[in-house]
């Protein structure tokens, strides 16, 4: 951990309160009794109240459930804008759920049920004049595992802007896409080859660049870089810096180093093991700044998760 | 010392010490030749029907009457006339003309259908439908013969839409023909298409893909070969299929083109023919058998081309 925190930028976020930076190369101390006091579900400090001024996604009580069993409850946060959210936490505990509420790919389970809100800029995006597929238009999405379309390089990513019936030349819009996932130099004497041919880390940059080819607001990436060796996890890492200046993004992350070194906010999810086995429920148990998170969180159980002691 | 001592130990014990007596298991041997011979019936089954074929069919080619060129070329096929000619074009273009008509049918029916059942329809009425599609291709054939006979043909043909057609024709053969190959189409092209993988058809959603987008674009050219596959065995059941063109597309060996009229396929030659009076021996006995092997040579150029094909287009998805 003490690593990682050293990695973080603590200028990345000026409205992180002084108190909360981390001292690099040193786990700051938590003061006992702000650790130890009764918890709230959420520590509502960093969700409502903190200053986030454009945010692209704002969630109020925002739960899911498969069929008659709730998958993930309450869940309200606010996303900023051009900025890296990280959304952490053992499995099961809803992150991939709430992440597939922000494109409304839940659409896409029958037993899937979405309640609470989640606004986009403001609108509802599960009001009932908003159709799913235009949300997908303007909010890309990559998933955990690369799932490029069994065609040519050119091919994949020519498919979204075919699909959005998007004007100008083809031609650019994939060299422009592929540079932008700084795919172009490892690609470009190979366009018309299938996609399969090329390396998971490739792949995947390529379902970014597909993503990127529609030119979205919001990127949301489901684990990007699980099914990936660590070098090829370094590029996309990279990549997701470069692109910050451009797109907002969301990551869903089961390695918390990675949150560290790549996100700018970081929101903890937990599992709440019910009464049974059937009974568990995702929560959000902390957000804020990930330098705060990480090295200063409010919440035991985030700490005891940061920290390595359990998840 | 040391080493001689282990090199004799190694030496020593029998495999019989260490494991106990071998068994011999005879029960697993039967298995295996029992095995064995169901695997090789249809193999053997099937060579026995090319030699049977081709002998007759030799046979038929060693007729005075009969000549390779007048048989591949002639445009007459009268093999039990006084005067008998032995043109096979008429029964082959029937052929070709009725499963052309059942594939015009069968095809956009069996993907729609297809589609409809992987993409659209809910798990519920997906189960519920599939049954029923499969209860249909278990309808016997004959049923469809004289539902095309006595039906479709003064009802539809000639009732609803007001056309000018024979009581035997080949129109109303064809399209019955090509409902009869529609569970088949729809139901290997419906394997196919499932077993697209999910995440295929979410990278298309997360783009902002229509559903219809994503069957088009995605399902279907990625399930491309396993949908051919439903087609070329449609198209193979089509050119085998008997009773329904015997029953309801007429007996007339003709070379018009026209589907209104009667024709008269291969296997409906066949069929009517090896009904009875014909002797056995006979020039026109032997004619069945050529006809036959000429079918068989059909159905295996079908499928050559359709492996090539698919070899071809085939998307491969893992």
């Known amino acids: 951990m003490v690593g990682d925190v050293s990695d973080l930028d603590p200028a990345s976020d000026p409205r992180e309160e002084p108190a909360s930076r981390g001292v690099p190369g040193q786990v700051p101390a938590v003061p006992a009794g702000q650790v130890h006091a009764p918890i709230p579900a959420v520590a509502h400090d960093d969700v409502i109240d903190d200053a986030i001024e454009n945010p692209v996604f704002i969630t109020e009580k925002l739960s899911v459930s498969y069929g008659t069993s709730p998958a993930v409850l309450d869940v309200s946060l606010r996303v900023p804008e051009?900025?890296?959210?990280?959304?952490?936490?053992?499995?099961?505990?809803?992150?991939?759920?709430?992440?597939?509420?922000?494109?409304?790919?839940?659409?896409?389970?029958?037993?899937?049920?979405v309640e609470g809100t989640v606004r986009y800029h403001g609108v509802d995006?599960?009001?009932?004049?908003?159709?799913?597929?235009?949300?997908?238009?303007?909010?890309?999405?990559?998933?955990?595992?690369?799932?490029?379309?069994?065609?040519?390089?050119?091919?994949n990513i020519a498919f979204g802007p075919k699909v959005l019936g998007m004007k100008g030349s083809m031609d650019q819009i994939v060299e422009q896409a592929l540079r932008r996932a700084s795919l172009w130099d490892d690609v470009k004497d190979r366009l018309k080859d299938n996609a399969f041919?090329?390396?998971?880390?490739?792949?995947?940059?390529?379902?970014?660049?597909?993503?990127?080819?529609?030119?979205?607001?919001?990127?949301?990436?489901?684990?990007?870089?699980?099914?990936?060796?660590?070098?090829?996890?370094?590029?996309?890492?990279?990549?997701?810096?470069?692109?910050?200046?451009?797109?907002?993004?969301?990551?869903?992350?089961?390695?918390?180093?990675?949150?560290?070194?790549?996100?700018?906010?970081?929101?903890?999810?937990?599992?709440?093991?019910?009464?049974?086995?059937?009974a568990r429920i995702g929560r959000l148990v902390e957000y804020g700044p990930t330098s705060r998170i990480f090295t200063n969180p409010h919440d035991i159980r985030t700490e005891e998760y940061v920290s390595g002691k359990f998840g | 010392m040391a080493i001689d001592s282990v090199a004799s130990d190694a030496a020593?014990?029998?495999?019989?010490?260490?494991?106990?007596?071998?068994?011999?298991?005879?029960?697993?041997?039967?298995?295996?030749?029992?095995?064995?011979?169901?695997?090789?019936?249809s193999v053997v089954i099937t060579i026995g029907i090319v030699i049977s074929l081709a002998g007759e069919t030799l046979a038929f080619f060693a007729d005075k009457a009969v000549s390779v060129s007048g048989f591949?070329?002639?445009?007459?096929?009268?093999?039990?006339?006084?005067?008998?000619?032995?043109?096979?074009?008429?029964?082959?273009?029937?052929?070709?003309?009725?499963?052309?008509?059942?594939?015009?049918?069968?095809?956009?029916?069996?993907?729609?259908?297809?589609?409809f059942l992987s993409e659209y329809a809910s798990p519920r009425l997906r189960s519920a439908l599939k049954p029923i599609l499969?209860?249909?291709?278990?309808?016997?054939?004959?049923?469809?013969?004289y539902f095309a006979l006595t039906f479709f043909t003064p009802s539809i043909l000639k009732?609803?839409?007001?056309?000018?057609?024979?009581?035997?024709?080949?129109?109303?053969?064809g399209i019955i023909v090509g409902v009869?190959?529609?569970?088949?189409?729809?139901?290997?092209?419906?394997?196919?298409?499932?077993?697209?993988?999910?995440?295929?058809?979410?990278?298309?959603?997360?783009?902002?893909?229509?559903?219809?987008?994503?069957?088009?674009?995605?399902?279907?050219?990625?399930?491309?070969?396993?949908?051919?596959?439903?087609?070329?065995?449609?198209?193979?059941?089509?050119?085998?299929?008997?009773?329904?063109?015997?029953?309801?597309?007429?007996?007339?060996?003709?070379?018009?083109?026209?589907?209104?009229?009667?024709?008269e396929t291969m296997t409906a030659f066949i069929g009517a023919t090896g009904k009875g009076d014909v002797p056995t021996g006979s020039t026109g006995y032997k004619a069945i058998f050529a006809v036959g092997f000429a079918l068989f040579l059909m159905t295996l150029i079908l499928n050559a081309i359709s492996i090539r094909f698919v070899r071809r287009y085939r998307q491969v998805y893992e």
């Open chain 1, 82 to 113: 051009k900025q890296i959210t990280a959304f952490i936490g053992p499995s099961g505990c809803g992150k991939s759920t709430i992440i597939r509420c922000f494109n409304r790919m839940n659409d896409l389970i029958p037993a899937a049920r």
């Open chain 1, 125 to 155: 995006l599960y009001g009932n004049e908003i159709d799913s597929v235009q949300v997908r238009k303007r909010i890309g999405m990559v998933f955990q595992k690369p799932n490029p379309f069994p065609k040519s390089i050119y091919d």
């Open chain 1, 197 to 278: 041919g090329m390396s998971g880390g490739q792949q995947q940059r390529l379902c970014i660049a597909r993503a990127l080819a529609t030119n979205p607001d919001v990127l949301l990436m489901d684990e990007p870089c699980s099914a990936l060796d660590p070098i090829s996890t370094g590029r996309i890492e990279d990549l997701m810096h470069e692109l910050k200046e451009t797109v907002s993004i969301v990551i869903v992350t089961h390695n918390m180093q990675q949150a560290a070194r790549v996100s700018d906010r970081t929101a903890f999810f937990i599992v709440d093991m019910g009464s049974s086995e059937e």
């Open chain 2, 12 to 41: 020593g014990p029998s495999a019989e010490s260490v494991f106990g007596p071998a068994r011999r298991r005879i029960g697993e041997k039967v298995i295996a030749v029992v095995l064995f011979c169901a695997a090789a019936t």
């Open chain 2, 72 to 115: 591949l070329t002639g445009a007459q096929w009268t093999p039990l006339f006084s005067d008998p000619q032995f043109g096979i074009r008429p029964l082959v273009q029937g052929t070709l003309i009725i499963t052309g008509i059942a594939l015009v049918v069968a095809i956009p029916l069996g993907i729609g259908t297809a589609a």
């Open chain 2, 134 to 145: 499969e209860l249909l291709a278990g309808v016997p054939t004959v049923v469809f013969g």
């Open chain 2, 159 to 173: 009732g609803l839409l007001g056309m000018d057609v024979s009581v035997f024709n080949g129109l109303a053969g």
């Open chain 2, 180 to 263: 009869l190959i529609v569970p088949t189409v729809a139901s290997v092209a419906e394997d196919a298409m499932s077993a697209v993988p999910q995440s295929l058809r979410e990278g298309a959603y997360g783009l902002g893909a229509s559903r219809r987008q994503v069957t088009v674009r995605v399902v279907v050219p990625a399930a491309l070969s396993g949908i051919t596959a439903g087609i070329v065995l449609g198209a193979s059941r089509a050119v085998g299929e008997t009773m329904v063109v015997l029953i309801a597309a007429g007996q007339v060996p003709t070379t018009s083109l026209d589907p209104r009229g009667p024709m």
